[in-house]
């Protein structure tokens, strides 16, 4: 069973930057598309970004192109998303996701989540 850990939330004022990043467990790594969503409090789960198995294939939210950058290292298992100029409406908890096809990530369908990671973005 595959597992997926985010780290690097935290508080921050607007402006900002921060760097999250999603460990995952397995061989099987780079097999998966990955990909990063959010929940702020009373709103439903969004997507921000995703990426394919090699990296060439990028996606995101129209409310963050241009401030964030999804990527990944193959050879740490792991997933990193860039966040710059960061607002206040970017708060909100960060998961991260991964499945075979980046389609069904992006349709937060994954098999895979972890467990999330709190962004606070104080105006």
């Known amino acids: 069973q595959a597992k997926l850990v985010e780290s690097g939330g935290g508080l921050v004022q607007a402006g900002a930057s921060l760097r999250l990043s999603c460990a995952g467990s397995?061989?099987?790594?780079?097999?998966?598309?990955m990909g990063w969503f959010r929940q702020a409090p009373g709103k439903e789960r969004e997507f921000v970004a995703a990426?394919?198995?090699?990296?060439?294939?990028?996606r995101y939210a129209e409310s963050v192109k241009g401030r964030f950058t999804i990527s990944r290292d193959n050879a740490r298992n792991t997933v990193y998303l860039q966040m710059d100029s960061l607002k206040p409406e970017d708060t909100a908890e960060y998961y991260c996701?991964?499945?075979?096809?980046?389609?069904?990530?992006?349709?937060?369908?994954?098999?895979?989540w972890g467990q999330g990671t709190q962004v606070t973005v104080s105006s």
């Open positions: 996701a991964g499945d075979l096809q980046i389609a069904t990530v992006v349709a937060a369908e994954s098999d895979y």
């Open positions: 397995g061989r099987t790594f780079s097999s998966y598309a």
């Open positions: 990426i394919g198995k090699s990296g060439n294939t990028v």
